[in-house]
């Protein structure tokens, strides 16, 4: 998950898969945060069915795939954390109480791990 940074997040939208690469703001484990604006389209999406799915694939093609559900995070001081700690939040949005910003906890329901096109997933305890 470290070299491979920036994953691709699976929502649904009316029975539609859509995929598109996401920048967490916090990882802790498997519990990966995700910034996001009220206007994007996955908002709408998240709105209706918060399952998500998760895949890095690093430079080796290593896969870790995280199957969640994303919850918006309202913990004011989890918020500023994430806020004091990203320096691209503060340029774009300009203050943490910006209407735009929705910060989304994706929780993990499973995990898996395939290395190198093994064709073959394993799956990882979540503790």
């Not at 896969?63 to 700690?85: C, F, K, P, Y």
């Not at 340029?91 to 093994?118: F, H, S």
């Amino acid at each position: 998950m470290r070299r491979a940074r920036f994953p691709c997040m699976a929502t649904m939208d009316a029975g539609q898969p859509r995929v598109r690469p996401v920048s967490p703001v916090r990882t802790e484990g498997f519990t990966v945060y995700v910034a996001n604006l009220r206007r994007y389209r996955k908002t709408a999406e998240l709105s209706v069915n918060p399952c998500v799915e998760l895949c890095y694939l690093d430079e080796n093609h290593d896969q870790v795939r995280i199957t969640g559900v994303a919850e918006v995070v309202s913990d004011a001081t989890l918020l500023e954390e994430i806020w004091s700690s990203n320096p691209l939040l503060r340029k774009y949005l300009g203050t943490p109480d910006n209407p735009e910003l929705i910060i989304y906890c994706i929780r993990p329901t499973q995990v898996k791990y395939m290395k190198e096109w093994a064709l073959e997933y394993f799956t990882v305890p979540l503790e």
